[in-house]
């Protein structure tokens, strides 16, 4: 079936739908003009409307929300005396864990622990989103530093936007600063003038803690998915405030770095006034299994494997690698990296001595091709099924060196990450491995892969997080790091293991908490959102963002009539333009009666009123003419040259030209049918332009 002539297109997750699509005349094809004139004018407006009013309801969940209270801008020199702490989430609050992000003030200081980005936003053309700074710049003048958790995206990669603005340094672990050194370097825009990443590396074992304005700020290290996942311990002037960071409390992690639970029951006898604990999997009974429990399942899967193996991970997963490697070499087995994420990553933690490759185990990609199958281990990207991965496009037989074949194995190392339809991309990949006759292993169905577990999460479950707040003992528990269910199950384990519910606030994205050394509560709204991030990025506007799915939806149809100024005829038949809304080739009836109406249209108004209200009258016209044709509301463009009079000049901006463009190369005055042509001439070189792009014309 042709896309453009779909009458039901498929509609995208998440979207609103519009009552305009849902009327017994959507069943009709579009096309049989002049055929139905039953609808009012009312109704097309009311259609399109609604259209305009879905665009914004999907587009305004990314827009700064408004704040209950509106936020009066701060002069610099403003002094705070109060005596209390304030803390304050700008991501991370309403989301299952995105955009981390959270501001911790006292008087005249403030840190921000964690500036991750939002890469679960599914919008046309958008990358990621990041948390709305608006309200940093008010305070800008306290801001001291960031200090980062661990890193995941989710809690560095709005650095390279957000940082610059403020120019402080950032602190964290030797392999987190690693991290945030590789996301400067591969961010591919440039920084503003006069902006230096400046970084402080603290030991996470040492319990060194440094002063950073009235803070003192303390890393412990707690076991995660990645190497140097810490706990930010700060001590306040009223007094300790813990971020435990994403953890699990593994008993034998693949590194052996286990959480230093020693500390953290010392810093608990010691007192701590607030836990804030992340609360990814608060739902989940029990505890997290070891990760050292995956390693005798890979072991045994290159043991039985004939052909070649490939292992498909997250990039930052490096500690899993480590074990893939040790597993490889035992083997005998050769390793070859590829993904462009996880080559990086590598790179870095080789260099910071976060991984020990024994010499000559690791050969190029491009060399596979020609070595004994029984030879090769393969460790990619690609375990989530992500389009244009290295795994993806092995099995699609689009990459450049290697193309997967019967006999070889392939081994997910990872869960298809909920709530972002990755299951369905993970099963569509399997699909293509399993037609091909490539031995498949997921942990979702080792039992009848007839393996050992291949992956185990980076998170704690309810036990370890009870078992946190057991060592901790704080006065007041706020959870952080998820979503308002996945926090609510979490303050229910906090009442479990003691702490007063009174004594525990569920906070969204924006509210203050107010503590002191007896109290904690709400406080107040800052301005706060998410601000999107295209392909390059750059930052987009959500009116761009608006039209877009607007453009998904709907379609657009633009209009372009060349008109005699002074007779206020057409000079050319109307050119019409259609994206993504109907096939115009295939209705060719629709089209001729769409002609015949602009011509009529035209006629009737031109000359009674001036242009801009022509070209309005025009568009809801047109507006209404498509929707009792088609019951659609595609963006209607109206362009309309006017030519010949005096101040003979395009009306349309595209179509200004430089120059007296109504005046021949001899001085004599160009025909209005020539300046027509013309103009009709540089519309379609501007038109083959756009085609040549994606439909979407921003
Ligand atoms: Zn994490």
Do not use: W
């Not at 990207?381 to 244009?388: A, I, K, L, R």
């Not at 577990?453 to 952080?480: N, Q, R, T």
Request: with cysteine.
């Amino acid at each position: 079936m042709n896309p453009e002539n779909n009458n039901q297109p498929k509609r995208q997750p998440n979207r609103p739908a519009g009552p305009n699509r849902q009327g017994p005349q959507r069943q009709r094809a579009p096309g049989k003009a002049g055929e139905i004139r039953n609808l009012s004018r009312g109704a097309a407006i009311r259609a399109q409307k609604q259209s305009v009013q879905d665009a914004n309801r999907v587009a305004n969940q990314y827009l700064a929300a408004p704040t209950e209270q509106p936020a009066l801008p701060r002069r610099a020199n403003l002094i705070d005396d109060s005596p209390r702490l304030k803390i304050t989430g700008l991501g991370g609050f309403n989301e299952g864990g995105a955009k981390n992000m959270m501001v911790i003030e006292y008087q005249n200081d403030a840190i921000v622990i964690d500036c991750g980005n939002d890469l679960g936003v599914d919008l046309p053309g958008i990358n990621y989103g990041i948390a709305d700074t608006t309200y940093l710049d008010q305070i800008k003048n306290k801001l001291k530093a960031f200090v980062i958790t661990h890193g995941h995206l989710d809690h560095m990669g709005a650095l390279p936007h957000i940082l610059p603005k403020y120019n402080v340094p950032v602190y964290g672990s030797r392999f987190t600063i690693g991290r945030v050194e590789e996301i400067f370097q591969n961010f591919g825009l440039p920084m503003p003038d006069g902006f230096e990443l400046k970084t402080v590396i603290m030991n996470e074992d040492t319990h060194e803690r440094l002063k950073i304005g009235e803070f003192f700020v303390e890393l412990v290290r707690v076991t995660h998915s990645i190497p140097g996942s810490t706990s930010v311990v700060v001590d306040t002037p009223i007094g300790r405030v813990v971020n435990t960071g994403d953890f699990r409390l593994d008993p034998n992690p693949l590194d052996h770095e286990r959480t230093n639970v020693e500390r953290l029951k010392e810093l608990g006898k010691e007192g701590v006034l607030l836990l804030m604990s992340e609360s990814t999997s608060s739902d989940r009974p029990g505890r997290t299994p070891s990760e050292s429990t995956i390693e005798q399942s890979i072991i045994d899967i290159m043991q039985g494997a004939e052909g070649r193996i490939f292992v498909a991970m997250f990039s930052t997963n490096v500690n899993r690698v480590q074990m893939v490697v040790n597993a490889a070499v035992h083997h005998g087995r050769k390793i070859a990296l590829d993904g462009r994420s996880l080559v990086s990553t590598l790179e870095m933690a080789v260099r910071n001595g976060f991984m020990k490759i024994p010499k000559g185990t690791v050969v190029p990609i491009g060399s596979v091709a020609s070595m004994q199958n029984q030879q090769v281990v393969v460790v990619c990207t690609g375990s989530q099924g992500e389009p244009n991965s290295a795994l993806q496009r092995m099995s699609q037989g689009e990459h450049r060196h290697v193309k997967l074949e019967a006999m070889d194995t392939v081994i997910l190392s990872s869960n298809p990450i909920p709530y972002t339809g990755n299951d369905v991309l993970v099963r569509a990949m399997v699909d293509e491995f399993l037609k091909k006759g490539v031995h498949v292993f997921r942990h979702e169905s080792r039992e009848v892969d007839h393996c050992g577990p291949l992956h185990v999460s980076g998170h704690a479950s309810m036990e370890e997080y009870g078992e946190m707040m057991d060592m901790l003992k704080p006065k007041f528990f706020l959870p952080i790091y998820g979503d308002f269910t996945a926090k609510k199950y979490h303050i229910d384990v906090a009442v479990e293991h003691g702490i007063p519910r009174k004594n525990t606030l569920n906070t969204l994205n924006g509210q203050t908490v107010s503590l002191t050394k007896t109290t904690m509560e709400l406080d107040g709204e800052v301005p706060h959102g998410t601000v999107l991030v295209d392909q390059t990025g750059s930052i987009v506007s959500t009116v761009v963002i608006k039209d877009r799915v607007l453009l998904a939806e709907e379609g657009m149809v633009a209009v372009v009539l060349t008109i005699d100024k002074k007779t206020g005829q057409l000079l050319t038949s109307p050119d019409i333009i259609s994206r993504g809304f109907i096939y115009m080739k295939e209705n060719e009836e629709l089209m001729n009666a769409f002609r015949a109406e602009l011509r009529r249209a035209v006629v009737q108004r031109f000359k009674r009123v001036d242009l801009d209200r022509f070209k309005a009258e025009l568009r809801d016209y047109v507006t209404h003419f498509l929707y009792e044709q088609t019951q659609r509301s595609p963006i209607v463009i109206p362009v309309v040259n006017v030519i010949g009079g005096r101040a003979e000049k395009g009306n349309n901006d595209m179509h200004r030209t430089n120059g007296d463009a109504t005046t021949q190369a001899n001085g004599q005055p160009k025909s209005p049918e020539d300046i027509a042509l013309e103009q009709q001439r540089r519309f379609a070189q501007m038109r083959q332009r756009l085609l040549n792009q994606d439909a979407r014309v921003d």
